[in-house]
């Protein structure tokens, strides 16, 4: 029979070889979720024995992280603006920096007004979509992916959140499956240059889809073309809010000013004090 304590020193001398940056919080985080308790209950009771399939489960799950793969994969769920994310292999884990993409647009939006129409672009689980959804009760979202595989958590997702009524769900190429105007085009497109996804952490490559990540030779190439058709899919007045990537800034401004269609250009910061995310209007 094994414990809690010796359960937890075990995985963690094991994550720590396998160069996991986390090793003794990772080990809690998934030893937590598999027996259904906090962490008080996992550190108060350091004697408590695991059951026979428990350890062996709890062994799986480390040596699936020891390979690199991320906790939230393992778990099957991702915590986003407080709300519990289904995720798997074919979405991207939805990351605490897109919360600022939604913080942007409540600015703009809250109290919400009437009748919002909202398009979010790579849905991906459907975090920000459905998060909108639920913050901005009058507006209709829909959620657009190239993937069919991401569409179908993000309709799971925003079924568990209980806003499937007011969302549509459309696979497709950015606005290619589109009618029709929008009060809010917002995005986490892909934003990795080519170059730079050698260089990405292991983790990501291994495990994270390519697809969500991948952005052309100078990454901002989905940033383009929705800076580009958004000028002609936004009402006037309406506004678009786009995550960008590290040093993106000035390129992405240079793509609003090109077309001449948006005004009031800004940029908000991420906790760690980067650009996250860009918000202009449309002009009327
Ligand atoms: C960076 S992920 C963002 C996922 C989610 N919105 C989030 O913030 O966690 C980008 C998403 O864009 C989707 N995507 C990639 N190319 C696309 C395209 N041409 N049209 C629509 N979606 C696309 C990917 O499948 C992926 O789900």
Known sequence: MTDIRTALQRAARDLNASGSPSPRLDAEVLLMHLLGIDRLQLLLRPEMELTGEEDAGFSRWIERRSLGEPVAYILGEKEFWSLRFEVGREVLIPRPETECLIEEVLRFYRPPGKDLRVVDIGTGSGAIGVVLARELPAARVAATDISPGALAVARRNASAHGVSARMDFVQGDLFASFSGDFDIVCSNPP?????????????????????????????????????????????????????????????VEALFEETGDYDDISFRKDYGGIDRVVSARKQG
């Open 191 to 251: 934003y990795i240059r080519e170059e730079e996804y050698d260089l990405l952490p292991e983790g990501i490559r291994k495990f994270e889809p390519p697809e969500a990540l991948m952005a052309g030779p100078d990454g901002v190439a989905f940033h383009r073309t929705i800076i580009r058709e958004g000028a002609h899919r936004l009402r006037a007045g309406g506004r678009v809010f786009l995550e960008i990537g590290e040093g993106q800034r000035e390129a």
